[in-house]
């Protein structure tokens, strides 16, 4: 069983940034898409950004676009979070999510294995 595991959280000032890395141990993310959720006290969690299998398509969040970037890295198992110009309303518990397919997608029933979660807290 794949076991994803998210690192890189803490705690920021507004405007920082930040990179969050979720590894896969036990297996392989080649041919998956993956995804980033996140989920803030008192609300559902919600879609951040998604990539696919090889990285040739990637989607986001309106509110994240142009403020973070999804990439993969298959050789090492490893997907990746970078987020900039970090505001207080990111602050979240973020978790990454194997999708069931090459495919990715902004919703998270099709997602089938999912990390434990990493906080990001953003102070303004």
């Known amino acids: 069983q794949v076991r994803l595991t998210e690192s890189g959280g803490g705690l920021v000032q507004a405007g920082d940034s930040l990179r969050l890395s979720c590894a896969a141990l036990?297996?392989?993310?080649?041919?998956?898409?993956m995804g980033w959720f996140r989920q803030a006290p008192g609300k559902e969690r919600e879609f951040v950004a998604s990539?696919?299998?090889?990285?040739?398509?990637?989607e986001y969040a309106d509110s994240v676009k142009g403020r973070f970037t999804i990439s993969k890295d298959n050789a090492k198992a490893s997907v990746y979070l970078q987020m900039n110009a970090l505001r207080s309303e990111d602050t979240a518990v973020y978790y990454c999510?194997?999708?069931?397919?090459?495919?990715?997608?902004?919703?998270?029933?099709?997602?089938?294995?999912w990390g434990q979660g990493t906080q990001v807290t953003v102070s303004s």
């Open positions: 999510a194997r999708h069931g397919h090459y495919t990715a997608s902004p919703y998270p029933y099709g997602y089938d294995n």
């Open positions: 036990g297996g392989t993310l080649t041919n998956y898409g």
């Open positions: 990539i696919d299998w090889n990285g040739g398509s990637t």
